[in-house]
C-alpha cells in the first residue's frame, strides 16, 4: 500500500514522513516543489529507503498529480503543501 504525501520536505510534513516510516513498512510517496519551505536535508535519515520515493514537482500541477495517482495508486493522500 501507498500514501501520497504533498509538502513532505517541510517542517511539518517532513516530521509526518518520518514517523511514519518509523512505525510502517508503507511506502511514502512525498511530492514538495522545494520551495522557500522545503528542503531535502529535513529527509536525510530517509535517503536511500526503498519506502520513501521523493518526486520534485508541483501540487498545481494537474498532469503530474494525475500520474502520481494513476501510477502508485495510494490509499490516503495528506497535504502539508503551502
Known amino acids: 500500500m501507498t500514501i501520497l504525501v504533498t509538502g513532505g520536505a517541510g517542517f511539518i510534513g517532513s516530521n509526518f514522513v518520518l ?3 518509523a512505525g510502517s ?6 511530492l514538495d516543489a ?5 528542503n531535502l536535508e ?15 514537482g508541483d501540487i498545481g500541477d494537474a ?7 494513476k501510477e502508485y495508486q495510494p490509499r490516503a493522500v495528506l497535504n502539508f503543501a503551502a
Not at 513498512?25 to 512525498?30: F, I, K, P, R
Not at 522545494?34 to 522545503?38: D, E, N, R, S, V
Not at 498532469?63 to 495517482?69: A, M, P, Q
Request: a negative charge; proline letters at 3%.
Open 25 to 30: 513498512d508503507e511506502q511514502v510517496v512525498n
Open 42 to 56: 529535513n529527509l536525510a535519515t530517509v535517503d536511500g529507503d526503498p519506502r520513501h520515493v521523493f518526486v520534485k
Open 63 to 69: 498532469e503530474l498529480v494525475t500520474r502520481l495517482l
Open 19 to 21: 514517523d511514519w516510516l
Open 34 to 38: 522545494l520551495t522557500y519551505a522545503g
